[in-house]
């Protein structure tokens, strides 16, 4: 049989424990709000849009480059 002691031990692990897991709930609510302001109802979705994302970065950073190229040859 468990002690006073420990008995009052467990039940502020337990304490904490509900206390954690109603942080961590209030996080995943934040980033799920925010998934959905990107049209994203999953990580995987979300996941596709950062690769798509990345992609047109990429693209755009192309762009870019081969805009200044361009003009440092027009004015040099």
Known sequence: MKTEKE???LKSQIDSAKIKVSELTGQQNALMAQLKEWDCKTIEEAEAKLKEMEAEVN???SKIALGV????????
């Open 7 to 9: 008995l009052l031990e």
């Open 59 to 61: 693209s755009f950073e």
């Open 69 to 76: 190229k361009e003009l440092e040859e027009k004015y040099q």
